[in-house]
């Protein structure tokens, strides 16, 4: 049975750091993996996704890699900003073609 | 472009009471559609998803069951809440290709049950 696993679970930083956030699988055959925003009380917003076939994928000041063999991801913010104060998920997606989830890490980041 | 709408958006029903939440997807056809409820402490559970009209697969055992009367409908329910349904419950969606295709969430539903 897929566990995805975040570590830590909260993390509150001053403003312009660059981050790294983790995310680690125990199955290594999957199809993709992604990663997900979550603001307060609201819906789950897609902000990369990672075919198996790949090692990363960047899309403005974030950069998501996969190492599949290892079974991890991360998720590499830069210059960070009070408005990306947000929960980040990140899920995998097997066979079953259902997304498996993390339980998430919620990240403040202070002005 | 798809879209999906999720509603109610909160709901405060007292236990024993029957549930009903709605979700429609738009600009699309055939989509999996799936229903996840999340819980402080918790993270997302999946509870059902449907590769198809009248095509439902439960996840875990619970006192919800859902439906798929239409393509892009998918409704959940209940016929008694207990306590513990209460939750934030999110219909999602994508376009049943394996790779290379991300999910869609739904605004949410928020329920307490009193």
């Known amino acids: 049975k897929q566990e995805v696993t975040q570590i830590p679970a909260a993390l509150s930083v001053p403003e312009g750091e660059n981050l790294v956030l983790n995310c680690s699988f125990t199955d290594s055959a999957i199809y993709n993996l992604q990663w997900f925003r979550q603001d307060p009380g609201k819906g789950l917003t897609s902000l990369l996704l990672?075919?198996?076939?790949?090692r990363e994928q960047t899309s403005g000041r974030l950069n998501a890699s996969l190492d599949k063999s290892s079974g991890r991801s991360t998720l590499y913010i830069a210059a960070s900003q009070p408005g990306d104060s947000a929960t980040y998920l990140c899920a995998v997606q097997g066979g079953s073609e259902k997304l498996v989830f993390g339980k998430g890490m919620k990240l403040t980041v202070n002005p | 472009s798809q879209t999906i709408h999720q509603w109610p958006a909160t709901l405060v029903q007292p236990v024993g009471s029957p549930l009903s939440l709605e979700c429609t997807v738009e600009?699309?056809?055939?989509?999996?559609l799936y229903w996840y409820r999340q819980a402080a402490g918790r993270g997302l559970q999946l509870l059902f998803y449907?590769?198809?009209?009248?095509?439902i697969s439960s996840e875990v055992p619970q006192n919800l069951s859902a439906s798929r009367p239409q393509d892009r409908q998918f409704i959940l329910s209940s016929k008694k809440l207990l306590l513990s349904d209460s939750g934030f419950y999110l219909c999602a969606w994508d376009p049943r290709v394996l790779s290379g295709n991300t999910i869609y969430f739904g605004e949410g539903s928020w329920l307490t049950v009193v």
């Open positions: 990672i075919q198996s076939s790949q």
């Open positions: 600009g699309t056809s055939n989509p999996n």
């Open positions: 449907s590769v198809g009209i009248g095509q």
